[in-house]
């Protein structure tokens, strides 16, 4: 008997859904982290501070977005698998969107003096509370709508995301960022951040006809006396610390994409328009090659294209961070290129299905979002605040924040060699691995019996 219309997979829709809101979370990110950079650390802070110190300030109010993600994934997280991944996805869709947009209308310093940085923290916080669910939701919802020899495929869709929502918000900021320099800082800078209301419209048209995968309505079907959450971090902590240590991978691209221009622009002054547009060619590269990366994953397997991508990425920032110091444009757009475009690209394909994999249906949510968040909330939190500050006042000394961007990467290629490799199993059979007999006890145990009239 062939399953009800509602119970089919759908991997094509449950990929374009799920990239077009990493879309917005990245173009968020990216909006910020090249406002931060160019425009920020000037209109929120005190004129009196050097250059170093407000860009250091302006790093801090967007790691702040970062520090609060552990706390909405243990909400949002949870949500997803209790109510499904569809309705967290929706919710972070517009508390996003929305932040984003309400940056766009802040009063700067020169206008309402500290209640300015005050206002962008308060809405990066909101903002980073939301944002911890989506990419969790996200991935679930499209792995377990994915084939399962293309589960790698399928879910590189939300992390190439990044490179489109990374392209968008770089491309929108450059011919801003070449106008004069009383326009951009006057209300050019705004623009951008209005702008997500464009990408919200869209996700939202695409994401309302997404139905639930079939596993998580025959998960649901059986009801337990215990939470995922509570399931998640009684059975799995081990995985969850696993995934935040290999999330921390996600540092290499919040140096590049923020640090490095400031590092550029402020540091030795190089043409804003041309450092913002080695984001944009690596983020075009990137988004055609994260889909063959992830393809990569499902045929030689997740941690093997995980590691590949970490240490090359890891290792080049050294050069790449080296090249900005000589001026020396064709350098600096080749080492760029093939740190984030090509290394970066092939961990980002890999970690969604390989990270996902490691728990049960269950609580797949649960573990995964507080696992990445946790990571991401270091690594976003710490890599361009740190970076920031191993460069000096006058953000001139590149070994430091490129040594750092190389341990972060030690640390999560060391994490990935304890995990399974779980491209050959199906999602069933990933059940049953990754549940302990005593969880399976326990589980059995806490099953409601229907009531009997």
């Keep these: 008997m062939t399953k009800p219309e509602t119970h089919r997979k759908t991997p094509a829709k449950a990929a374009i859904a799920s990239w077009v809101g990493t879309t917005l979370e990245y173009y968020d990110f990216a909006v910020y982290g090249t406002a931060s950079a160019l425009v920020l650390n000037v209109l929120f802070f005190s004129k009196d501070l050097n250059p170093g110190i407000s860009t250091l300030l302006a790093m801090v109010t967007l790691a702040v977005g970062y520090a609060v993600r552990p706390l ?43 209640l300015a940085p005050i206002l962008l923290v308060v809405i990066r916080v909101i903002q980073g509370l939301c944002v911890s669910g989506e990419q969790g939701s996200a991935i679930t919802m499209s792995l377990e709508h994915a084939p399962e020899k293309r589960r790698g495929f399928i879910t590189s869709f939300t992390t190439s995301g990044s490179a489109s929502g990374g392209l968008l918000a770089t491309g929108v900021f450059i011919p801003f960022a070449a106008l004069p320099q ?20 869209a996700a939202y048209i695409i994401r309302r006809r997404l139905q639930e995968p079939p596993v998580f309505l025959e998960t649901q079907a059986v009801k337990v006396r215990i939470a995922p959450l509570t399931q998640a971090l009684r059975f799995h902590w081990v995985a969850i610390i696993r995934v935040a240590a290999c999330a921390l991978i996600a540092g290499v691209s919040y140096v590049f994409d923020s640090f490095s221009v400031a590092f550029a622009t402020t540091g030795y002054h190089l043409d804003k328009p041309t450092i913002l547009w080695v984001g944009v060619i690596t983020s075009m590269i990137a988004f055609l090659f994260t889909p063959l ?45 093939l740190c984030k475009a090509f290394f970066y690209s092939t961990v980002n394909a890999a970690w969604p299905a390989f ?8 609580v797949r949510a649960s573990g995964l979002t507080v696992g990445t ?55 069933d059979e990933i059940d049953e691995l990754q549940q302990s007999e005593r969880e399976r006890e326990v589980v059995t145990a806490a099953i409601e019996l229907p009531t009997t009239v």
């Design 182 to 201: 009383e326009q951009l800082l006057g209300w050019a800078w705004r623009v951008p951040f209005w702008l997500s209301a464009v990408v919200v419209v």
């Design 72 to 114: 909405g994934a243990l909400v949002l997280g949870p949500l997803a698998d209790r109510f499904g991944r569809k309705f967290v996805m929706m919710l972070t869709l517009f508390g996003i969107g929305g932040c984003t947009f309400l940056i766009g209308c802040l009063p700067t310093y020169s206008q309402v003096g500290a």
């Design 293 to 337: 990366a992830g393809l990569l994953s499902d045929l030689i397997g997740r941690k093997t294209v995980f590691l590949i991508g970490a240490v090359g990425a890891g290792a080049l920032m050294m050069p790449y961070l080296w090249s900005i110091t000589t001026g020396n444009w064709p350098l600096i757009f080749a080492l760029g290129i």
């Design 373 to 427: 968040q946790i990571g991401f909330a270091i690594a976003g939190g710490v890599a361009p605040v740190i970076s920031a500050a191993l460069a000096g006042s006058n953000l001139q000394n590149w070994f430091g924040p490129a040594m750092f961007a190389l341990a972060i990467t030690v640390i999560a290629a060391i994490a990935a060699l304890t995990a399974k490799e779980t491209r050959r199993y199906t999602l």
């Design 355 to 362: 990270f996902a994999e490691m728990f049960p249906n269950r």
